[in-house]
Every structure is written in C-alpha cells, then in structure tokens.
C-alpha cells in the first residue's frame, strides 16, 4: 500500500483513478491487522466505514463530495459515534453503545471523513502514557519499548503507524500535545470554546477540548475549520465565525513578536538537547527577522498542582454517573444498593482514575473546599492574568513540548509525581482556555522525535496555523 502524508495527496490518486476509498480503507484495514500488536485500536469499524467509502465514491463521481473526501480517521474512545461501541477505555463502560454521534463526529461525515475505529486511551483520558488503560498499553510505533504518550496515545500511534490519515483526541492537560510529540506529528488543542464537546466523554469540562492530531498543518486547518463553530448541544462554544484556516496557512507572518518562557526553558527537568534545540529555533526567528525576548513566569511550579487539583475536582463531579445503576458495568458481587454503589465502581474504575476521584472528592469535602479548591480557582485566575498580560505584548509564545521523549514503559510506574510532571509544560494552555499546537520539529540523538509548542491568544488559530507552517519550513 501507499503512504500516504496529506489528504491533498489522497484526494490528487482519487481524482486520476489510481485509487478510490474502498481500496483505501481496505489498505487501512489490511495494514491494521498487521500492526495489532500496537493495540492503537479498540475496535476497528470495518462494516460502517466501507459503506461510507462507497458513499464517498460515488459522490465522487458526481463532484459532490465534501471538502474531507478520502480522509480516513480514527476516533479516541471517548468521543460518541452512534451505533458504535464507546468505552473510554475502562471496564465500567464495556459494552456501551453510544445512542448519538458527538458534534465533532456528525460535522466529519457530514464532510465526508471516513471513521476506520476507536483508538485506544488512557482511562478517562486520565494519564501522559496510556498505561492506564483497561485494555493494555499502546506501543509508540516508533520504538515499541516506548509510550506513545497520553492519554491520546492510540490516536497518536494509529498515524505515526499510518493506521489512518488522522485522529481525533481530546485534550484537558496536554493529551493532544504530549503523545504529538512523542510520535512525531502534528496535535492541536484548540481555544476552550472553539469545538463542541458535545458527545465527548467528560473528564474535567471546564479544561477538556477536542483537537486534531496529524501529519501536517494544512490537514489539522481542514480539520478544524470542519468542527468549529457554534452547537445548539454545547453552552460553552463561542459563536465566533470560524475563519477558512486553510487559506489562511500561505499567509506569511508580518515580523512577529514572540515571547519565550525563561522558566520553562531553564527548567532542571528539560533535557538538554532539547534546551539546546529551543535556542536554535529562538536564533532562526530572530535571524529572520522577528523579535524574540525571554519573559519570566513565576507560576511554573503552581501550574501542575493547580490543573490537579482542579481536575481531580470536575472528575469526582462528572464520574459520578457511573454507579453500576443506569448503565455500563454492574458488578456481580453486588447484593444491595450501598454494594452495588461500592463494588461496580471499585471494580470497574482502575487504579489511576479512581486516585484522582477520591483526590477530588476530597478537596471538595467540607473543610477542605476553601483550603484546595477554592484557593485553585484563585491561582487559576493568577495564570490566566499573567498569560493574557504576555500575549498582550507578543503575538506567540514558544516553548518546549515536552520535557524529554517518550519514556520506557514502567519508568514513572511507581511514582504518579513523576508522570504528572510530565504535563508541565501542556498544562498552562488549558489552564487559561489558549490554544497550543505541538510541532514535530526536533529529532534527539536517541533517535525520538520531540515537539515545539506554539501558544496563541484566544481564538487566533489560523494565524497560528500560518505561522507554525513558516516555523516548521524556516
């Protein structure tokens, strides 16, 4: 089978009958069964994908294909497709099927996206590896000793294998960003507000936003100008016009002002080729033309207590639904209401995402409520201020990814602080509601891809599309 690395590239092979989607889901599928041992795939939607690529074919020839025509996706299994099975990679939801598509889903077909399958998390979306799934480790397709990053790691491993063209994951600390890195691609977590979370199973709804992730910009601007905009079902989402991003990517970028965290950068945790590489790209920018300055950030050290804390808080809240009663997972050993409270959960939740219930629960308690919670909503604000007072004097920010590549697995196994620091530099964007895209633009001597992180303000996505085409070109 060919590779294929745009959607330009598929739908060029389409247009001069060298293939059609059939065949191209059917190399998809073939090439699936072949990587299985990735585990990138839960469940691959082998009957409802090739009807949609005969769909696809005949519009084809009629010239009434939607602008996504030949893209074949997959979906993380948090995100509802209806009549297909969601799970959320945990045990409380086997067997589920979802009775409604999710917005991001409806608007894909409508353009006519093909869904190949649901990727593989981590529970909840809740880890920076995918080792908390229900359903066995992802392996990085670029060194299978490896994560492929989390939680999104399925989504990540399905594209860096060329299992599909592109995936859809959700990001609420950095579960786009971070396994982008780590595979070598493309992950945007776009402004809180941008793209409808209806349908997307609930982490911690005031953080968790849903992105693409792919080979390239000009497919994740395709993407996005799909599933932005304003939804009847979602509250939440702006109703702002949604700018055609992809026409804006050859936009080249006046001379920027751009910010870079001295913090960040200086940290003692980043490897140091990849600080080595940070200031290589500063001194492009600047060669270039542009104006780059250090910027202090005195928050770093409160950012990654004050997303957990808020998290975990929104997590007891929104994972209360699943008590064993409604639906999903009842546990057998039950023989009251309290046991089948207690034994459906203890026994369907796994160890991560019950750690960060009961760490929500309790800085919710009564004492504890002013203590934690409050006081994180307080530090919160404090970040948002600082971050919108340095995009109000810079138009981007830049930093690392990633503080390393991707890790053995069991390497932070007996230590949930170190996993979590994992998140220090993906955490601010959510924090705030700012956009970030992680930009594979490094390779380390080990081998491994690493990614520069680009923050916006809110709302400037296509502007950072067209830049961060310019930064990956430069």
């Not at 067997?95 to 981590?122: K, P």
């Not at 994740?220 to 100008?225: R, T």
């Not at 939440?236 to 960040?264: F, G, H, W």
């Amino acid at each position: 089978m060919k590779t294929y690395n745009s959607l330009s590239e598929i739908q060029s092979d389409l247009a001069t009958g060298k293939t059609n989607c059939v065949s191209l889901v059917n190399d998809y599928l073939h090439r699936i069964e072949e990587k299985k041992q990735l585990n990138a795939f839960l469940e691959v939607f082998t009957a409802s994908a090739l009807e949609k690529a005969k769909q696809v074919d005949e519009k084809l020839k009629t010239n009434t294909a939607g602008k996504l025509a030949g893209m074949v996706i997959g979906i993380k299994d948090n995100l509802c497709y209806k009549n297909h099975k969601v799970s959320a990679s945990s045990k409380i939801l086997e067997g589920f099927e979802s009775l409604y598509s999710s917005t991001v889903v409806e608007r894909l077909l409508a353009e006519d996206a093909i869904i190949i399958g649901r990727c593989n998390c981590d529970e909840f979306a809740m880890g920076s590896s995918n080792e908390t799934s229900a359903y066995g480790n992802v392996l990085n397709p670029l060194d299978e000793t490896r994560v492929p990053g989390g939680s999104s790691g399925g989504a990540a491993a399905a594209v860096a294998a060329d299992l599909c063209l592109a995936s859809l994951g959700t990001d609420t600390g950095g579960s786009i960003r971070q396994p982008a890195s780590f595979c070598g691609l493309v992950g945007l977590k776009p402004t809180y507000g941008r793209v409808s979370r209806y349908g997307a199973i609930a982490y911690a709804s005031s953080f968790d936003q849903i992105g693409p992730i792919t080979k390239n910009i000009t497919d994740a601007a395709l993407i996005m100008e799909v599933m932005a905009g304003k939804d009847e079902y979602d509250s939440t989402v702006s109703s702002k016009p949604v700018p055609e991003y992809s026409k804006m990517l050859d936009n080249q970028p006046a001379k920027l002002r751009i910010a870079y965290l001295k913090d960040c950068v200086e940290a003692q945790g980043l490897n140091p080729e990849i600080k080595a590489y940070i200031y290589s790209v500063i001194e492009k920018l600047k060669a270039d033309g542009h104006t780059v300055e250090a910027v202090d950030f005195p928050y770093l050290d409160y950012l990654v207590p004050t997303y957990y804390v808020l998290t975990t808080a929104e997590a007891s809240s929104n994972l209360a639904r699943y008590d064993g009663i409604g639906y999903g997972y009842r546990s057998k050993n039950a023989t009251d209401l309290e046991s089948t409270y207690k034994k459906s959960r203890t026994e369907g939740f796994g160890t991560e995402v019950k750690r960060r219930i009961m760490l929500g629960t309790f800085v919710l308690s009564a004492g504890y409520y002013d203590a934690y919670y409050s006081k994180g909503q307080r530090v919160r604000r404090f970040i948002q201020n600082k971050t919108n007072e340095i995009l109000n004097n810079y138009d981007f920010i830049l930093s690392p990814t990633t503080p390393g590549t991707a890790f053995k697995f069991g390497e932070h196994a007996t230590d949930p602080i170190a996993m979590y620091l994992e998140d220090i530099f993906t955490v601010q964007a959510p924090i705030t509601g700012i956009p970030a895209i992680s930009l594979p633009m490094g390779k380390h001597s080990n081998g491994l891809p690493f990614g520069v992180q680009v923050m916006g303000k809110p709302f400037s996505e296509g502007e950072m599309f067209s830049f961060s085409k310019y930064l990956m070109e430069l």
